[in-house]
């Protein structure tokens, strides 16, 4: 199994307002959300109007899924978004389909499962 994390700066340069910056990033995000089926939020720069930081994330069994999506993700921003890209770094970690699961120790503050 493989998940694949990507984040995205993005320069928005015609925003006034954090009204508009909200309006750029809601609309790339739905778009990347429904054609690449990814999992997409806003995880800094919140306070800023004129650039955004995203992050882009995506499990699946193989790993050329995952790559393929997120240079099409990348394609997308850059030709379909209102902002400019101004950095992008991803990476892809392997997870050991055959290794042993074991349970999570709850802390004190944690509810015990019954």
Do not use: C
């Not at 307002?17 to 997409?40: C, G, N, T, W």
């Amino acid at each position: 199994m493989y998940v694949g994390v990507a984040t995205f700066e993005l320069h928005i340069p015609h925003s006034g307002s954090l009204k508009e910056k909200r309006s750029v990033v809601r609309s790339l995000r739905d778009r990347l959300r429904a054609k690449f089926e990814i999992s997409v939020a806003e995880v800094a720069l919140n306070d800023l109007y004129q650039r955004a930081r995203l992050a882009l994330a995506m499990v699946s069994g193989d790993s050329t899924v995952i790559e393929r999506a997120f240079a099409s993700a990348l394609e997308l921003v850059e030709s379909q978004s209102d902002g400019e890209i101004i950095g992008w770094e991803q990476e892809l970690i392997q997870f050991d389909d055959e290794a042993p699961l074991s349970m999570p120790r709850l802390g004190s503050n944690d509810t015990e499962m019954e």
